[in-house]
């Protein structure tokens, strides 16, 4: 079992800037991809940001630019720099890790991201 906690949500102005982190319970860098989902009410939950073992990372069309996701192997944390915020980023956070091949999976508990105009 691995245990997420993200961490880092809150208020901020359009064009500001948040970090989120995700703390892992155990080190699982070597085996699992992380991700950053997200979910804005009334709708679902959507990819954000990944990264594999080996450092490459991923985004999605809609926050590439903006934000980065990275490692800190030694710490056991993902973390989320989120850049040039719009209201449209306003969702709860979510921090996943998963295991290629496998259903293995877990999920984080989410963390609030509220952007005001």
């Known amino acids: 079992q691995v245990q997420l906690v993200e961490s880092g949500g809150g208020l901020v102005q359009a064009g500001g800037s948040l970090r989120l982190s995700c703390a892992a319970s155990?080190?699982?860098?070597?085996?699992?991809?992380m991700d950053w989902y997200r979910q804005a009410p009334g709708k679902q939950r959507e990819f954000v940001a990944s990264?594999?073992?080996?450092?490459?990372?991923n985004y999605a069309d809609s926050v590439k630019a903006r934000f980065t996701i990275s490692r800190d192997n030694a710490k056991n944390t993902v973390n989320l720099q989120m850049n040039s915020l719009k209201t449209e980023d306003t969702a709860v956070y979510y921090c996943?890790?998963?295991?290629?091949?496998?259903?293995?999976?877990?999920w984080g508990q989410g963390t609030q991201v509220t952007v005001l105009s």
């Open positions: 996943h890790a998963r295991q290629p091949g496998r259903l293995e999976n877990y």
């Open positions: 990264i594999k073992n080996f450092g490459y990372t």
């Open positions: 155990r080190n699982i860098f070597s085996s699992h991809v």
